[in-house]
Protein backbone atom coordinates (compact mmCIF):
# COMPACT_ATOMS: atom_id res chain seq x y z
CA UNK A 1 0.00 0.00 0.00
CA UNK A 2 1.83 3.14 -1.35
CA UNK A 3 1.10 6.11 1.06
CA UNK A 4 2.68 8.36 -0.74
CA UNK A 5 2.68 8.80 -4.80
CA UNK A 6 4.31 10.80 -7.55
CA UNK A 7 2.36 10.22 -10.90
CA UNK A 8 4.00 11.93 -12.94
CA UNK A 9 6.90 9.78 -13.82
CA UNK A 10 8.75 12.62 -15.57
CA UNK A 11 8.74 16.12 -16.58
CA UNK A 12 10.58 18.47 -19.13
CA UNK A 13 10.54 22.31 -18.77
CA UNK A 14 12.05 25.09 -20.79
CA UNK A 15 15.21 27.14 -18.78
CA UNK A 16 13.71 29.93 -16.88
CA UNK A 17 10.23 28.84 -17.19
CA UNK A 18 8.50 27.19 -13.91
CA UNK A 19 8.63 23.85 -13.10
CA UNK A 20 5.77 21.64 -10.87
CA UNK A 21 6.13 19.13 -8.88
CA UNK A 22 3.17 17.11 -7.64
CA UNK A 23 2.66 14.84 -4.89
CA UNK A 24 -0.70 12.85 -3.07
CA UNK A 25 -0.73 11.29 0.12
CA UNK A 26 -3.08 8.70 1.75
CA UNK A 27 -2.24 9.02 5.82
CA UNK A 28 -3.80 12.22 7.11
CA UNK A 29 -1.72 11.49 10.30
CA UNK A 30 1.58 12.70 8.33
CA UNK A 31 3.84 15.56 10.04
CA UNK A 32 5.88 16.54 7.79
CA UNK A 33 6.29 16.43 4.38
CA UNK A 34 9.99 16.84 2.29
CA UNK A 35 11.03 16.99 -1.09
CA UNK A 36 14.42 15.13 -1.70
CA UNK A 37 16.42 16.04 -5.12
CA UNK A 38 18.80 13.18 -6.43
CA UNK A 39 21.59 13.50 -8.86
CA UNK A 40 22.56 9.96 -10.97
CA UNK A 41 25.36 7.79 -8.53
CA UNK A 42 24.05 10.38 -5.26
CA UNK A 43 22.03 9.66 -2.69
CA UNK A 44 19.07 11.91 -2.09
CA UNK A 45 19.81 15.28 -0.79
CA UNK A 46 17.05 17.29 1.41
CA UNK A 47 15.83 20.65 -0.71
CA UNK A 48 12.66 21.63 1.31
CA UNK A 49 10.09 20.38 3.81
CA UNK A 50 6.71 21.82 5.16
CA UNK A 51 5.27 21.10 8.34
CA UNK A 52 1.71 19.67 8.07
CA UNK A 53 0.34 22.73 9.88
CA UNK A 54 1.36 25.18 7.38
CA UNK A 55 0.16 25.22 3.49
CA UNK A 56 3.12 27.44 2.22
CA UNK A 57 6.89 27.43 2.28
CA UNK A 58 9.63 29.09 0.35
CA UNK A 59 13.27 28.87 0.32
CA UNK A 60 14.87 30.99 -2.82
CA UNK A 61 13.42 29.89 -6.03
CA UNK A 62 11.77 26.48 -4.44
CA UNK A 63 8.38 26.89 -2.96
CA UNK A 64 6.05 23.86 -1.67
CA UNK A 65 2.75 24.56 -1.08
CA UNK A 66 0.32 21.68 0.86
CA UNK A 67 -3.21 21.16 0.39
CA UNK A 68 -4.05 19.29 3.60
CA UNK A 69 -7.77 18.93 2.41
CA UNK A 70 -6.71 17.46 -1.00
CA UNK A 71 -3.44 15.33 0.53
CA UNK A 72 -1.47 17.16 -2.12
CA UNK A 73 1.11 18.71 -2.15
CA UNK A 74 3.12 20.62 -4.92
CA UNK A 75 7.13 21.80 -4.93
CA UNK A 76 7.07 25.13 -7.58
CA UNK A 77 10.61 25.89 -8.81
CA UNK A 78 11.01 29.28 -10.66
CA UNK A 79 13.48 29.94 -12.81
CA UNK A 80 13.97 26.29 -13.37
CA UNK A 81 17.64 26.23 -14.71
CA UNK A 82 19.44 22.82 -16.39
CA UNK A 83 21.27 22.35 -12.56
CA UNK A 84 17.87 21.60 -11.64
CA UNK A 85 17.46 18.47 -13.73
CA UNK A 86 17.53 15.63 -11.33
CA UNK A 87 14.88 13.08 -9.47
CA UNK A 88 12.97 14.77 -7.60
CA UNK A 89 11.37 12.60 -4.40
CA UNK A 90 8.35 13.53 -2.62
CA UNK A 91 8.61 11.88 1.51
CA UNK A 92 6.06 12.30 4.47
CA UNK A 93 7.14 11.27 7.76
CA UNK A 94 5.41 10.58 11.06
CA UNK A 95 7.55 12.00 13.76
CA UNK A 96 6.08 9.53 16.87
CA UNK A 97 7.70 6.76 14.32
CA UNK A 98 11.20 8.12 14.55
CA UNK A 99 11.50 10.00 11.49
CA UNK A 100 11.48 7.38 9.40
CA UNK A 101 10.75 8.33 5.96
CA UNK A 102 7.75 7.54 3.32
CA UNK A 103 8.85 8.13 -0.22
CA UNK A 104 7.22 8.49 -3.64
CA UNK A 105 8.70 6.86 -6.36
CA UNK A 106 10.04 10.11 -7.94
CA UNK A 107 9.86 12.54 -10.65
CA UNK A 108 12.49 12.71 -13.59
CA UNK A 109 12.56 16.70 -14.29
CA UNK A 110 14.42 17.70 -17.47
CA UNK A 111 15.61 21.34 -18.00
CA UNK A 112 15.97 21.97 -21.62
CA UNK A 113 18.45 24.87 -22.33
CA UNK B 1 33.46 17.25 7.29
CA UNK B 2 32.78 13.54 5.78
CA UNK B 3 29.60 12.75 4.64
CA UNK B 4 27.89 9.24 5.04
CA UNK B 5 30.10 7.10 2.84
CA UNK B 6 29.24 3.21 1.65
CA UNK B 7 30.40 0.54 0.53
CA UNK B 8 31.01 -1.08 -2.30
CA UNK B 9 29.20 1.06 -4.85
CA UNK B 10 28.38 -1.66 -6.87
CA UNK B 11 27.91 -5.37 -6.14
CA UNK B 12 27.45 -8.32 -8.16
CA UNK B 13 26.45 -11.62 -6.91
CA UNK B 14 24.62 -14.78 -7.87
CA UNK B 15 21.68 -15.90 -6.46
CA UNK B 16 21.95 -18.10 -2.98
CA UNK B 17 25.28 -16.43 -2.40
CA UNK B 18 26.29 -13.52 0.71
CA UNK B 19 27.02 -9.89 0.27
CA UNK B 20 27.69 -7.73 3.21
CA UNK B 21 27.34 -3.76 2.55
CA UNK B 22 28.63 -1.48 5.05
CA UNK B 23 27.60 1.91 5.77
CA UNK B 24 29.75 4.92 7.85
CA UNK B 25 27.81 7.77 8.76
CA UNK B 26 28.34 10.99 9.68
CA UNK B 27 30.60 11.12 12.62
CA UNK B 28 28.79 11.47 15.49
CA UNK B 29 25.29 10.80 14.42
CA UNK B 30 23.48 8.74 16.32
CA UNK B 31 20.25 8.07 14.10
CA UNK B 32 21.14 5.18 11.24
CA UNK B 33 18.92 4.24 8.51
CA UNK B 34 18.75 2.02 5.64
CA UNK B 35 16.58 2.23 3.01
CA UNK B 36 16.35 0.11 -0.56
CA UNK B 37 15.10 1.69 -3.81
CA UNK B 38 13.69 -1.27 -6.10
CA UNK B 39 13.55 -1.07 -10.10
CA UNK B 40 13.08 2.61 -10.24
CA UNK B 41 9.93 2.38 -7.38
CA UNK B 42 9.92 4.62 -4.63
CA UNK B 43 12.52 4.06 -1.59
CA UNK B 44 11.52 2.43 1.01
CA UNK B 45 12.40 2.23 4.66
CA UNK B 46 14.31 -0.68 6.14
CA UNK B 47 15.00 0.37 9.66
CA UNK B 48 16.50 2.45 12.21
CA UNK B 49 19.47 2.42 14.73
CA UNK B 50 19.97 4.20 17.56
CA UNK B 51 23.43 3.93 18.30
CA UNK B 52 23.93 0.42 18.82
CA UNK B 53 19.86 -0.87 19.04
CA UNK B 54 17.50 -1.25 16.47
CA UNK B 55 14.83 1.13 17.37
CA UNK B 56 12.60 0.19 14.16
CA UNK B 57 12.97 -2.86 11.72
CA UNK B 58 9.81 -2.96 10.56
CA UNK B 59 10.86 -2.49 6.79
CA UNK B 60 13.47 -5.62 6.84
CA UNK B 61 11.98 -7.41 4.11
CA UNK B 62 12.52 -11.29 5.98
CA UNK B 63 14.96 -13.06 8.01
CA UNK B 64 17.21 -13.22 5.24
CA UNK B 65 18.63 -9.39 6.09
CA UNK B 66 20.65 -9.08 9.11
CA UNK B 67 21.60 -5.75 9.95
CA UNK B 68 23.93 -5.02 13.10
CA UNK B 69 25.61 -1.97 14.25
CA UNK B 70 28.10 -2.90 16.86
CA UNK B 71 29.72 0.34 19.02
CA UNK B 72 26.88 2.67 17.48
CA UNK B 73 29.61 3.38 14.67
CA UNK B 74 29.26 1.86 11.26
CA UNK B 75 26.44 -0.62 10.05
CA UNK B 76 26.17 -3.33 8.18
CA UNK B 77 23.47 -4.71 6.17
CA UNK B 78 24.05 -8.36 5.37
CA UNK B 79 21.86 -10.73 3.15
CA UNK B 80 21.78 -14.56 3.23
CA UNK B 81 20.87 -15.85 0.74
CA UNK B 82 20.27 -13.03 -1.59
CA UNK B 83 17.48 -14.19 -4.04
CA UNK B 84 16.43 -12.24 -7.91
CA UNK B 85 14.00 -9.55 -5.91
CA UNK B 86 16.91 -8.39 -4.09
CA UNK B 87 18.75 -6.25 -6.28
CA UNK B 88 17.96 -2.82 -6.09
CA UNK B 89 19.78 0.10 -5.13
CA UNK B 90 20.56 0.39 -1.09
CA UNK B 91 20.96 3.58 0.60
CA UNK B 92 22.18 4.31 4.52
CA UNK B 93 21.23 8.05 5.98
CA UNK B 94 22.30 9.58 9.17
CA UNK B 95 21.06 12.12 11.37
CA UNK B 96 22.32 14.00 14.90
CA UNK B 97 18.62 14.61 15.82
CA UNK B 98 15.62 13.13 15.21
CA UNK B 99 13.80 15.70 12.60
CA UNK B 100 12.48 16.16 9.89
CA UNK B 101 14.87 16.71 6.71
CA UNK B 102 17.77 15.87 9.02
CA UNK B 103 18.57 12.85 7.30
CA UNK B 104 22.10 12.69 5.54
CA UNK B 105 21.95 9.95 2.58
CA UNK B 106 24.58 8.10 1.22
CA UNK B 107 25.30 7.40 -2.27
CA UNK B 108 23.93 3.90 -2.36
CA UNK B 109 25.30 0.49 -2.71
CA UNK B 110 23.90 -1.28 -6.12
CA UNK B 111 22.74 -4.73 -5.67
CA UNK B 112 22.62 -6.99 -8.91
CA UNK B 113 21.54 -10.44 -7.98
CA UNK B 114 22.03 -12.66 -11.09
Known amino acids: DQQVKQNSPSLSVQEGRISILNCDYT??????FLWYKKYPAEGPTFLIS?????DKNEDGRFTVFLNKSAKHLSLHIVPSQPGDSAVYFC????????????FGAGTILRVKS | EAGVTQFPSHSVIEKGQTVTLRCDPI?????LYWYRRVMGKEIKFLLH????????ESGMPNNRFLAERTGGTYSTLKVQPAELEDSGVYFC????????????FGPGTRLTVL
Open chain 2, 93 to 104: ASSLMVRAGGQF
Open chain 1, 27 to 32: NSMFDY
Open chain 1, 50 to 54: ISSIK
Open chain 1, 91 to 102: AAVLMEYGNKLV
Open chain 2, 27 to 31: SGHDN
Open chain 2, 49 to 56: FVKESKQD
